[in-house]
Antibody
């Protein structure tokens, strides 16, 4: 059973960089057909896709966040990470890591972490 | 960017009744649509993909239909554990310019 677990600071100051790591167990980030993703959800609101990374390092980001987002992967640790720079209160959200499974025409988020709340405040 | 619009925002339904949720795409996404269920304090769970295929372990009371720009999620007989928020998500095009979700429909007890 694949499991994902987010970790990182729960409080970040405005203008600083938010950094989160997702540790994958029960599966390998180096497996084909999987893209490792970050999705966020502001309190009481809907889901926003941030971006994903393939084990090779290839990335794709939401255009609305692209200038501030970096996603990286560490295959030796079976982890992938998110950095979001110049944060403001609008970046306060629960951040989820998720596995984006792709086979033929099927592309779905099939496994999710439990989510971690990151608050941007001084 | 493809915009996904869900309606209604809130649906009040009695246990045992049928619930019908709608999702509309701003342009055709063919059948490249998934539905997710999210309960309070939990991560979303995949219900349906390919507009109509149930994910592993999803009960038969959940069904999806539609293609192009109009999609429906139907819960045939609501159980207590089905009261939650439901999101649609399109995954048209590869690689995508953006993966987008609808705003969600909250199914609450009437």
């Amino acid at each position: 059973q694949v499991q994902l677990q987010e970790s990182g600071p729960g409080l970040v100051k405005p203008s600083e960089t938010l950094s989160l790591t997702c540790t994958v167990s029960g599966g390998s980030v180096s497996s084909g057909s999987y893209y490792w993703s970050w999705i966020r959800q502001p309190p009481g609101k809907g889901l926003e896709w941030i971006g994903y990374i393939y084990y090779s390092g290839s990335t794709n980001y939401n255009p609305s966040l692209k200038s501030r987002v970096t996603i990286s992967v560490d295959t030796s640790k079976n982890q992938f990470s998110l950095k979001l720079s110049s944060v403001t209160a609008a970046d306060t959200a629960v951040y989820y890591c998720a596995r984006y499974f792709i086979v033929a025409t099927i592309k779905v988020f099939d496994y999710w972490g439990q989510g971690t709340l990151v608050t941007v405040s001084s | 960017e493809i915009v996904m619009t869900q309606s209604p925002a809130t649906l009040s339904v009695s246990p045992g009744e049928r619930a019908t949720l709608s999702c509309r795409a701003s342009q055709s996404v063919s059948s490249n649509l998934a539905w997710y269920q999210q309960k309070p304090g939990q991560a979303p769970r995949l219900l349906i993909y390919g507009a109509s295929t149930r994910a592993t372990g999803i009960p038969a009371r959940f069904s999806g239909s539609g293609s192009g720009t109009e999609f429906t999620l139907t819960i045939s007989s609501l159980q207590s554990e089905d009261f939650a928020v439901y999101y649609c998500q399109q995954y048209n095009n590869w690689p995508p310019k953006a993966l987008t979700f609808g705003g969600g429909t909250k199914v609450e007890i009437k």
